[in-house]
């Protein structure tokens, strides 16, 4: 089954600069590439997605990257905000059915 | 839209006694997922069911756990009994075939002493 695996586990930037994530998957199959941030005491939400004829998407402050060769994909989160503090998950598709493989998260903390 | 909603928002339970959580997905979706989040163990993917019925119940840690979805608004886990290792937050989320992402609910957190 896919594996996808999150670096770095904590990430802790100041306010304005950029926070990169870094995910790899095992499953050369996989087409759809969501991430998700979850606040505190919260469900995770959906921020951006990106799927595989696709390099590198979009949506103001936030870019995700896709390298299929490598198998890996990258949140870029730029001009970081203190709202942006949360844990952030990389999923990959795998299955079918919608079924994703998430990673084990990210805590970004922004620093004011 | 109300959203994925979960009941009961927490539930404190005396370990051996049956535990049932509640899940309405968003009108429409057919696809509905129930995972269970714990510090030590992630994002744990326990059941998923696409229009009703079950697809891979693979991630359900024992015969102890149990879910439905007698219909596509309504899907209920059960743990019988409960255990206190089973304390974690619970999750449900929904989605439409065509992959644009889950929607997760705002979670269950039980704790079984």
């Known amino acids: 089954g896919e594996n996808v695996e999150q670096h770095p586990s904590t990430l802790s930037v100041q306010e304005g600069d950029s926070a990169v994530i870094k995910c790899t998957y095992s499953d050369s199959a996989s087409n759809y590439f969501p991430w998700y941030k979850q606040e505190l005491g919260k469900g995770p939400q959906l921020i951006i997605d990106?799927?595989?004829?696709?390099g590198e998407k979009k949506d103001q402050r936030i870019a995700v990257t896709l390298n299929k060769t490598a198998k890996h994909f990258s949140l870029h989160i730029t001009e970081t905000q203190p709202e942006d503090s949360a844990v952030y998950f990389c999923a990959a598709d795998s299955g079918g059915y919608q079924k994703v493989t998430f990673g084990t998260g990210t805590k970004l903390q922004v620093i004011p | 839209d109300a959203g994925v909603i979960q009941s009961p928002r927490h539930e404190v339970t005396e370990m051996g006694q049956e535990v049932t959580l509640r899940c309405k997905p968003i009108?429409?979706?057919?696809?509905l997922f129930w995972y269970r989040q714990t510090m030590m163990r992630g994002l744990e993917l326990l059941i998923y069911?696409?229009?009703?019925?079950?697809?891979?119940d693979s991630g359900m840690p024992e015969d102890r756990f149990s879910a439905k979805m007698p219909n596509a608004s309504f899907s209920t886990l059960k743990i019988q009994p409960s255990e206190p290792r089973d304390s974690a937050v619970y999750f449900c989320?929904?989605?439409?075939?065509?992959?644009?992402?889950?929607?997760f609910g705002s979670g269950t957190r039980l704790t079984v002493v």
């Open positions: 069911f696409n229009n009703n019925v079950p697809i891979d």
């Open positions: 989320a929904s989605t439409l075939y065509e992959r644009n992402g889950y929607t």
């Open positions: 990106i799927r595989s004829n696709v």
């Open positions: 009108s429409g979706h057919n696809s």
